[in-house]
Nanobody, 122 residues
Framework: VQLQASGGGLVQAGGSLRLSCAAS????????MAWFRQAPGKERDVVVV???????YYADSVKGRFTISRDNAKNTAYLQMNSLKPEDTAVYYC?????????????????WGQGTQVTVSS
């Protein structure tokens, strides 16, 4: 499975961005999709996860501001980010998990996109 992330950029605090993660080359609808992020000097942390059955997980820091969704017909997952804060600045990675699995741990994800930079200015 190949993942192509897009949609990052520079935005002012309070603004919005929408990230996309397009998958190809393998089953999509049966996999959990997740977004992780990594800020300079920090570990890669989970942001959101959506399972094949659309069960979702949100990190506390983004609850109420970020929304993950998926369109299985387009093999694409989305991350809508609203009310962005400077602390959301990071490289965002989309990831596809094992089939029929659900996890918030990066070690459980088999496939990764290339990362897209999100910068939020104050």
């Amino acid at each position: 499975v190949q993942l192509q992330a897009s949609g990052g950029g520079l935005v002012q605090a309070g603004g919005s961005l929408r990230l996309s993660c397009a998958a190809s080359g393998g089953p999509f609808s049966s996999r959990s999709m997740a977004w992780f992020r990594q800020a300079p000097g920090k570990e890669r942390d989970v942001v959101v996860v959506i399972s094949w059955s659309t069960t979702t997980y949100y990190a506390d820091s983004v609850k109420g501001r970020f929304t993950i969704s998926r369109d299985n017909a387009k093999n694409t997952a989305y991350l809508q980010m609203n009310s962005l804060k400077p602390e959301d600045t990071a490289v965002y990675y989309c990831a596809a998990g094992r089939r029929w699995d659900f996890s918030t741990r990066s070690s459980e994800y088999e496939y990764w996109g290339q990362g897209t930079q999100v910068t939020v200015s104050s």
